[in-house]
C-alpha cells in the first residue's frame, strides 16, 4: 500500500510499504479520511523529537474494521465504521489515579509510537483495543467530518475541565484556525452571551463570520484591536479569552483583553527554539485573572467530541474546507499556512 511516510524535517514521500499484518488482540482500519493537524504541519516544517522515523504520520481519522483479532471482549467487529482516542494512558501513574490521564507520564499515541492513518490501512495495537479506545459511528456522517473528533477532544479537554463557559460569559478567541473555530462553536454551545474572533488574517476572519459568531476583529500592528475589543465589551473585557494560535503577542494581547476575574487559555504551544512571551502580569494582579494552558486529551474529551459530531449540532461540514489525495499532502502545509484551507482531508483510498 502507499502510505505518507515521515523521514524527517520536511521529508514525507508517499512510499510503498507493507499492510499491516495483524497480532492477537489487534484491529485493521480501512481509513475512509485522515485529516490533516498543525501538529502534523509542525513534524513536517520543524521535526520532532518524540517521533523516531520512520513513521506514518496521520491521528485524525476515520475508519472501517475490516479485520478483527481481537474476539468476542473487543466493542467492535467487522465492518464497523470507527474513530479512535488515541493515547493509551498507562492508568498506574499519579496523574492517571487523579483522573488526569492525558498528562499520563508513559503514554503512548499513535501515529507517535506507532503508525498513523495517512495510509489505506492503519493498525490499531491490542492495548488500545483492550482499553476501548474505539467508538462506533452509528450515524451516516461522512469520515471526514468524523475524523474532527480528535482535535474537538483537545478543545474539549480545555473547557470542560477548566474554562467552564456559560450564560454569564463573554468570550474573545484569537485565532480563527480550525481550533479557534471550534473553540467559538464550542463556547457557544456552553451558553456564551458573546463570542468573538480575532485574527490577523482577513481571510480567516471572514470565513470564520460563517459561525455563529457575534463578531469578528482583525490583529493589527498598531494596537487598534484591542480599543476594539474595549468598545465591544463595553469597556469591561472580555469573560474569558483564549489564545487558539502559537504566537507570543497573542498571549500578551490576551491578557490585555481580558475582563477582571477572568479566565484566560493558552491553548496552543510556543515554538519550542523560542517559548518565551513578555507578558504585563499586572493585568493578572488587579483584575484577579487565571491562566490555564491545556494538552491533548483525556478519553472523556474524546468520547464527548464524538458524541457532539454523531448529534449533528456541530458544523463539521463547514470545518472540513478542502480534500486531497495521499500523492498530494505535502499541498496541505501552504494552504494551511496561507489560511486559505480551516481542515484539510486526506483519503487515502482515493
Ligand atoms: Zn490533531
Ligand atoms: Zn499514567
Not at 472501517?64 to 465492518?79: H, L, P, Q
Request: negative net charge.
Amino acid at each position: 500500500m502507499k502510505a505518507a511516510v515521515y523521514l524527517g524535517k520536511e521529508q514525507l514521500p508517499v512510499q510503498e510499504i507493507a499492510v499491516p499484518s495483524l497480532e492477537d488482540g489487534e484491529v485493521l482500519l480501512k481509513v475512509g479520511a485522515c485529516n490533516v493537524c498543525g501538529t502534523d504541519r509542525r513534524t513536517y516544517r520543524n521535526g520532532d523529537k518524540k517521533i523516531q522515523p520512520p513513521r506514518v504520520l496521520g491521528h485524525e481519522f476515520c475508519g472501517t474494521v475490516v479485520e478483527s483479532r481481537s474476539g468476542a471482549d473487543a466493542n467492535v467487529k467487522v465492518g464497523d465504521r470507527v474513530v479512535q482516542y488515541i493515547v493509551l494512558p498507562c492508568g498506574e501513574c499519579r496523574y492517571c489515579k487523579r483522573g488526569r490521564s492525558n498528562l499520563c507520564l508513559s503514554r503512548t499515541t499513535m501515529a507517535y509510537h506507532y503508525d498513523g492513518a495517512f495510509a489505506p490501512y492503519v493498525r490499531v495495537p491490542a492495548p488500545y483495543v483492550r482499553n476501548g479506545s474505539l467508538f462506533r459511528v452509528e450515524n451516516d456522517l461522512p469520515d471526514d467530518q468524523m475524523g474532527l473528533a480528535e482535535p474537538l477532544g483537545c478543545v474539549i479537554n480545555a473547557h470542560a475541565s477548566r474554562l467552564n463557559i456559560g450564560l454569564e460569559d463573554t468570550v474573545a478567541i484569537i485565532g480563527a484556525g480550525p481550533i479557534g473555530v471550534m473553540h467559538a462553536v464550542v463556547s457557544r454551545l456552553q451558553g456564551a452571551q458573546r463570542v468573538w474572533m480575532l485574527d490577523v488574517s482577513q481571510q480567516r476572519l471572514d470565513r470564520a463570520s460563517g459561525f455563529d459568531v457575534d463578531g469578528v476583529v482583525r490583529v493589527a500592528q498598531d494596537g487598534s484591536h484591542l480599543e476594539k475589543m474595549q468598545d465591544l465589551t463595553g469597556g469591561l473585557g472580555a469573560d474569558v479569552v483564549i489564545v487558539a494560535c502559537s504566537v507570543a503577542s497573542a498571549q500578551a494581547d490576551a491578557l490585555e483583553i481580558a475582563g477582571k476575574a477572568a479566565r484566560i487559555e493558552f491553548f496552543g504551544g510556543l515554538p519550542k527554539s523560542n517559548p518565551s512571551a513578555t507578558l504585563n502580569t499586572n493585568h493578572l494582579h488587579y483584575k484577579e485573572c487565571v491562566v490555564t494552558g491545556s494538552y491533548s486529551e483525556k478519553m472523556s474529551d474524546f468520547q464527548a467530541a464524538q458524541a457532539l459530531l454523531q448529534s449533528g449540532r456541530f458544523p463539521a461540514d463547514k470545518i472540513v474546507t478542502h480534500h486531497l489525495p495521499l500523492e498530494r499532502i505535502e499541498e496541505a502545509f501552504p494552504l494551511m499556512e496561507t489560511g486559505e484551507a480551516l481542515k484539510v482531508c486526506i483519503r487515502p483510498g482515493d
